[in-house]
């Protein structure tokens, strides 16, 4: 049984090494997170075996030494996932639980369209633009400061006043559709290879060390939460603060929503997906927040994920078939 276990974990830390450090990854995401299910399985029938540097503990992968490393003063964090309704009627319970909140007491979730690209930090200190990080570790990212200076919808300075003195906002930077189409027939055309999915070109083309590249591929960056926050108050709810951060000139996504209970998420999970393929950007699935910050801050984390928020991932999409037929660019 140990046998199996480490051979999953190693499997599961090849896969990572080609994801997230060469973004060139050798099988679709639902392969990963089959491999990654069966061994959080397995770990949650024997906590005694689950070990620090076990995947399930584990977000991402370490920074490139090529970039400057920048330390998270908050930690960036993973999403755990849900694959059915089951998961999500589980996911509120659990929430109930914890929370000793009865059947009859309303639990509002903020529902965003999960964007299928790379998680990034930019601190402001006093509306302006100072730094810009990759996602990293969750402790230690890569300082992208330059790059992500090039992408439009990041303003440098923030629009408007009552920003707090220092302002940590995360958010996801990702390739429109469109986009991601014309660097592919552009290459096509030049002879090189194309990339394998819009999240792969965008993590390619931010994680440039000449940011001049970054600044040819037309990135965009949706605002999802925030990170250290000091010299000023923020809303009490997900939404608000969202809509706070869009006052001051930020993108957030329009699909944003606030439902009542897994139900209400389940809702929203299949309208959505109804039109996912109308949106003008790749998304993998549906994130639900938690609404309320306080209750947020009662439900806290666990090692690399909030308790208070769940992904609940669409069926696979991907085929493996075009990871294997064509060579890809990184
Ligand atoms: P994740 O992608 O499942 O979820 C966390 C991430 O979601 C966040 O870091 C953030 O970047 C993103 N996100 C997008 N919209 C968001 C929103 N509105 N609010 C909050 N976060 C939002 O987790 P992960 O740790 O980044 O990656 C794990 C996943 O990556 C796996 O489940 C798998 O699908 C894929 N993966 C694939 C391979 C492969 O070889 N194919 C390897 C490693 C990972």
């Known amino acids: 049984m140990t046998q199996l276990l480490e051979q999953l974990r190693d499997q599961l830390r090849h896969y990572n090494y080609q994801y997230y450090v ?10 990963y997170d089959r491999v990654f299910r069966q061994l959080k399985a397995l770990e949650d029938e024997h906590p005694e075996w689950i070990t620090p540097d076990s995947p399930t503990q584990r977000v991402g992968a370490e920074p490139l030494a090529a970039f400057t490393q920048v330390r998270h003063e908050m930690p960036m964090l993973s999403l755990d996932n849900a694959f059915s309704a089951e998961d999500m009627y589980s996911f509120e319970k659990r929430l109930r639980d914890r929370l000793k909140l009865d059947e009859e007491t309303p639990l509002a979730f903020a529902c965003e369209p999960k964007l299928d690209g790379i998680a990034v930090s930019l601190l402001y200190e006093n509306g302006q633009l100072i730094r810009g990080a990759t996602r990293g570790d969750g402790s230690t990212g890569e300082d992208i400061t330059l ?5 439009e919808s990041i303003p440098l300075k923030l629009m408007g006043s009552g920003y707090p003195e220092r302002l940590e906002v995360r958010g996801e930077i990702y390739m429109p559709r469109r986009s991601f189409t014309r660097l592919n027939e552009a290459a096509l055309k030049r002879g090189d290879k194309p990339f394998v999915n819009p999240r792969n070109a965008a993590a390619g083309s931010l994680r440039q060390l000449d940011p001049k590249i970054t600044a040819q591929r037309s990135l965009e960056m949706c605002c999802y939460s925030v990170g250290v926050v000091s010299g000023g108050e923020l809303p009490d709810s997900h939404e608000a603060i969202l809509r706070k951060l869009a006052t001051w000139g930020l993108k957030i996504n329009a699909e944003m929503a606030v439902v009542q209970g897994a139900k209400g998420c389940l809702e ?5 997906s109804e039109r996912r393929n109308q949106l003008a950007y790749e998304i ?35 085929e493996m078939t075009i990871v294997n037929a064509i060579e890809f660019q990184v």
């Open 147 to 151: 790059n992500v200076r090039t992408v």
């Open 22 to 31: 060469l973004d060139d990854p050798q099988v679709p995401d639902a392969e």
């Open 284 to 318: 993998d699935g549906i994130v639900f927040k938690v609404n309320d910050i306080a209750l947020q801050q009662r439900l806290g984390f666990v090692s690399r994920a909030p308790r208070w928020a769940i992904a609940h991932k669409f069926p696979a999409q991907e």
């Open 268 to 272: 929203y999970f299949d309208a959505l």
